[in-house]
Every structure is written in C-alpha cells, then in structure tokens.
C-alpha cells in the first residue's frame, strides 16, 4: 500500500516527467498503485497522487478497463460535453460537478513500452481526462470557478479538521 497524497502537497501541483526505464521497477509500482486505489475505492490513480512525479496512472472500471498508461497523451477530445460529479483520492470526501469533454482518445504506452490507442466515452472518458490532469498538476477543483472552487476547498478542509480530531 502506498500513501495518496491530498490537497496542499506540492507534488500534486507540478508537471510530470516522462518514463524512461520500462523495467520490474515500474511493474511494481504500477501493482502498488493499482492496490492502492483498490483499497481507497477508486477507479483511476496517478502517480503523483503517491508522491512519484511521472507521467504515469492507472485506471480500474470494472468491466470496461483495467489498464496502466505510461506516457499518456490526449490525441483528440469531442466538441460534445458530459457534466457529471466528481471526486478524487486526493481530495477526499468532497464531490462537485465537472464539465469535461464527453468522448476522449488517448495514446499511452503499456509497462513493456508499445504503444496503444484507446477511445473513452462516459465514466472512462471522464476518467482518463482527470488522471490525466494530474500528471499537468491540475486537481478536479482547478476547473471550477473560484467560487465553487473555494466551497469544494472549504468543505475539504472541514471534513478534514474532523477527521484529524477523531484519530487516537
């Protein structure tokens, strides 16, 4: 298990940097990672969101992907546009409201290096576009209007201050 790093931490802030070693190194922590969300209820991590400054996430939607993508690059987004809510792993217990593109192709590499294209629609389109946020060092609460943005940051920091008082 890894830890997830939350609002305020400096590494979820700054750009990624390429993958260059495709070795049992990144598998392993491509597993760690996937764990990790596993056990915190998530569909998607980035590796920034456990302190490792890569261009690197893994997605899990049951039934539809379970993938890692090194590298990534959005190709092609829809003019169309999805609203749903969204929450994120390092921003715990708070959701909001997000416009995003409704279809996205993404270009990535796999843990041995080769390349694949995947096209996304729906709750894996919304997916690949948030993970992918994190590696640029954009939170989901970086696109919302400073209004809705200070809410989702008052909230987090509430539910937060609870949380540390309850701990032993």
């Known amino acids: 298990m890894l830890d997830i790093y939350t609002l305020g931490e400096e590494v979820l802030t700054e750009k990624c940097q390429p993958i260059t070693k495709f070795d049992s190194g990144l598998r392993v922590l491509v597993d ?5 969300m596993a056990e915190a209820d998530g569909v998607g ?3 920034p969101q456990v302190g490792v ?3 690197l996430f893994v997605i899990n939607i049951k039934g539809v992907e379970r993938r890692a993508y090194v590298n990534p690059q959005i190709l092609e987004t829809s003019i169309e546009t999805d609203t749903a809510e969204e929450g994120c792993l390092s921003v715990p217990g708070v959701w909001h409201d997000v416009e995003r593109p409704a279809r996205v192709t993404v270009q990535a590499q796999d843990l041995e290096g080769k390349v694949f294209t995947v096209q996304g629609e729906g709750l ?6 948030h993970e992918y946020d994190h590696l640029n060092g954009t939170l989901f609460i970086d696109r919302l209007n400073d209004e809705e943005k200070e809410k989702v940051v008052k909230a987090y920091e509430k539910k937060n201050k ?5 701990k032993p």
Do not use: V, Y
Not at 32 to 36: D, G, H, I, K, S
Not at 162 to 166: D, G
């Open 45 to 47: 991590l980035a590796a």
């Open 32 to 36: 760690a990672m996937f764990e990790t």
């Open 124 to 129: 894996l389109a919304r997916a690949l576009q």
């Open 53 to 55: 400054p890569n261009r």
């Open 162 to 166: 609870a949380r540390r008082r309850s």
